[in-house]
């Protein structure tokens, strides 16, 4: 049995391979190294994920997942694993990996970007990522991402640049207000799943035309920072995955469209072309 799972600061996908056959998939919070304590992480294995695999041999742990790109953050997962799976293989990579295995396979090529709860960027050839962008986490990057899109926000609407009613239909909605969301940003774990929770407001309202600058803002940003320092000269076309990249397509595209960049195409999970990847495999 071969576990997969896709983790980003928000949720991990988990699938459970036999065989060549997909035998079960189910979610956690995400497992982000950086964002939560290891006795957090350990806490969610034990009381989440081994409930959900009782009665299963696992072989092989694959674990891709945001935070994990270094060698201290795969560390922090593997020994975490290793504690409650001590017989079973495990491979940690980062969550661009992910990307690439769901956007071009093993042996393709092609430069993918992250825009999901996190944001990240890199060139990918024949199985090996050949160029990447540093990435500097919620607090001084994720840039174009949900992190970063749900902080300007934040910014903006208590700073009053926004609508008045906005505010006030944001506050309505969280049922928090500026001392509550302070906390929330400051003393509480998870703050890469508020932030995000905070983009999907703003993509709610995503036709108010203070919210549009702020969307385009975002991913301006993005591509200076990351796909400009990383795209050929020539032909330049990107490939995304995550859900901010899915649910605001259009915006993106326009603002790609304006740098002279192709968006060839977007994945909202890459769960799926991950375990097509590994059922492919065992069939061959």
């Not at 090996?128 to 990057?141: D, P, R």
């Amino acid at each position: 049995m071969i576990l997969v799972a896709d983790s980003g600061a928000s949720k991990t996908d988990f699938a459970l391979i036999g065989q060549g056959v997909l035998i079960k998939t189910f979610k956690t919070i995400g497992l982000h190294p950086y964002q939560l304590s290891e006795t957090r992480i350990a806490n969610e294995i034990q009381d989440v994920l081994v409930p959900y695999l009782k009665g299963f041999k696992i072989d092989t742990i694959k674990f891709f997942g945001s935070g994990c790109g270094s060698d201290e953050g795969k560390m922090i997962i593997r020994k975490q694993f290793r504690s409650f799976f001590p017989e079973s293989k495990i491979e940690v990579e980062g969550d661009m990996m992910a990307a690439c295995f769901a956007l071009f396979g093993k042996d393709g090529q092609g430069v993918a970007a992250i825009l999901g709860t996190g944001s990240n960027a890199c060139v990918y050839q024949n199985g090996t990522i050949t160029n990447t962008m540093v990435s500097l986490g919620y607090l001084l990057g994720d840039e174009g991402s949900g992190n970063h899109i749900g902080r300007l926000f934040l910014q903006r609407a208590y700073y009053g640049e926004l609508d008045r009613q906005l505010l006030l239909n944001f506050e309505s909605h969280f049922q928090m207000d500026r001392v509550a969301v302070l906390h929330k940003l400051y003393k509480d774990e998870g703050v890469g799943r508020f932030l995000a929770s905070v983009c999907e407001f703003v993509i709610q309202n995503k036709t108010n035309d203070a919210i549009q600058t702020l969307i385009a803002d975002s991913f301006h940003l993005f591509v200076n920072r990351h796909l400009l320092k990383l795209l050929p000269k020539h032909a330049p076309s990107v490939c995304f995955v995550g859900s901010v990249a899915y649910y605001l397509q259009e915006e993106l595209e326009n603002v790609l469209h304006g740098y002279g960049i192709n968006l060839h195409q977007v994945l909202q999970h890459p769960m799926e072309a991950i375990i097509n990847q590994y059922i492919k495999d065992w069939q061959h």
